[in-house]
């Protein structure tokens, strides 16, 4: 028989002071794990894999559906991923949490799109540098990754480097740049128009790779971001890397994505993970801007709290929840 809803009560304090207060609490949250393991049986879930006994789902899993909606991936997405694993094990392997473990990060891995190459370009073969362009909103950290790439560039990768910005309407952007580039040894030219855009990309021609870091725009002013498609037209990068917090909402991040569509990114930067509520909308997010995952930072430590975007690293963060490498 169905738990009814009403057996499950609610309290103004969670404070039980006996024996049995704690058992009434066990009692409810074991009605409350039972109701949605029964809701579950009647979702799209419970197509394919048939399981032993009531036909609930197995413990393994149940657990790794609940971790997933805990950590705030959307619906769809954790029935996409529970559906797939309950059809891909057998009965006796759903009762293996390290086997259902496995295959869940290895489903959520494969729902996030990646560009290893992205991560550290090839020599172009006609020998002109390859360009870069951050863009974004303020506030998510552009200036800071422009750093720590440029950085992790030269110091780790060998590759000569060329600073641009644009971000003229900061100053204090303009001179954390400025000190950034001084002390990794670097050039920088600051442009105000994009016919200065298009000449400071012919005077760094001699680098490997230029970096441009653009002025922060609101995702709610179409006419500077107009603008910044106007200077990102003169530097015609090679890539365009659009930069979004991970201290940001899933509706927020897409909102900003859908904004920055005239400036034409094809790989997005993951910023600030170490300030995220949850992991979860990274999946959803970066599933659904249709862009590549370039990056990750997970700090402000100028080279090292960057990383390439993997696909499993961002999966198990959200099964494990802390940034451990």
């Known amino acids: 028989m169905p738990v009814r809803a009403s057996r499950l009560s609610t309290r103004s304090a969670f404070a039980p002071g006996t024996a049995a207060d ?32 009531a036909g609930l789902m197995p413990e393994a899993l149940f657990s790794h559906y609940l971790k997933l909606l805990e950590s705030q991936v959307s619906r769809d997405i954790a029935d996409e991923i529970i559906g797939a694993v309950r059809d891909e094990l057998t009965p006796g392997e759903l009762e293996d949490a390290d086997i259902v473990r496995s295959s869940v990060l290895r489903r959520l891995a494969g729902l996030i799109p990646v560009d290893e190459s992205a991560a550290l370009p090839v020599p172009r073969a006609d020998g002109r540098p390859i360009v870069i362009a951050l863009v974004g909103p303020t506030g998510v950290g552009k200036t800071t990754t422009i750093a720590k790439l440029a950085a992790a560039y030269k110091l780790r990768h060998g590759r000569s480097v060329g600073l641009i910005t644009s971000d003229t309407y900061r100053i204090a952007a303009v001179d954390q740049l400025r000190t950034y580039a001084s002390i990794i040894g670097l050039p920088l030219k600051v442009v105000l128009t994009p016919e200065e855009m298009a000449g400071a990309i012919g005077e760094l021609a001699e680098h490997d790779i230029i970096l441009i870091d653009t002025a922060g725009r609101s995702q709610h002013n179409a006419d500077r971001l107009e603008e910044l498609a106007t200077f990102l037209g003169a530097a015609r990068p090679d890539q365009t890397h659009l930069v ?56 402000q430590e100028v080279p090292d709290h960057i990383e390439a975007g993997r696909p499993d690293r961002i999966a198990r963060l959200l099964v494990e929840g802390n940034l451990g490498k």
């Open 244 to 299: 979004l917090s991970s201290a940001s909402s899933e509706a927020v991040m897409l909102r900003t994505a859908q904004a920055f569509a005239p400036t034409r990114p094809d790989h997005v930067i993951l910023t600030q993970l170490d300030e995220a509520v949850n992991f979860g909308v990274l999946v959803s997010v970066a599933r659904k801007v249709s862009l590549t995952l370039s990056y990750v930072t997970t700090g």
């Open 22 to 53: 704690s058992e009434q609490i066990q009692r409810e949250l074991s009605d409350i794990k039972l109701l949605v393991n029964q809701v579950l049986q009647a979702s799209p879930l419970s197509r394919g894999a048939a399981c032993s006994g």
